[in-house]
């Protein structure tokens, strides 16, 4: 019985982590849990921003990717801190996710050296 258990936790070290714990974060990286409630053009891509019940979720996307590029996104809820992504991309910036229950969100997305705000939105 406790070399089972034994082995089970060993197994356990060596298990990939769960979505949530991997970078990017979210069900998929890439993605955010909720509906598509904004987007934000870009010549070069777009800035997403999702909503679900109890957060706000946001990602920028490049129209083609591949190329590495400065990419950039960044969520704040009121009364909050930002929460930011950014840094050489190939195809997205975040996800990055605030609590929005009752409070609205500003979104900042940048693909190169074009950029967008969302203003207090969600609210």
């Known amino acids: 019985m406790f070399a089972t258990a034994l082995w089970l936790g060993v197994g356990g070290l060596f298990a990939a982590p769960p979505a949530w714990a991997q970078p990017g974060g979210g069900a ?15 010549a070069e891509g777009e800035v997403r921003v999702y909503k679900s019940r109890t957060h706000a979720c946001a990602l920028t996307v490049a129209r083609v990717p591949g190329q590495r590029r400065e990419m950039a996104v960044s969520i704040q809820g009121r ?3 930002p929460i930011r992504d950014i840094g050489q ?9 605030v609590g929005a229950i009752g409070r609205c969100v500003y979104v900042k ?11 207090w939105i969600l609210c």
């Open 89 to 97: 991309f190939t195809h997205y910036a975040g996800p990055v996710t």
């Open 79 to 81: 009364g909050g801190a």
């Open 28 to 42: 998929a990286a890439g993605t955010c849990a909720g509906r598509l409630a904004r987007t934000l053009p870009l």
């Open 109 to 119: 997305g940048s693909v190169g050296a074009e950029s967008a705000e969302s203003g």
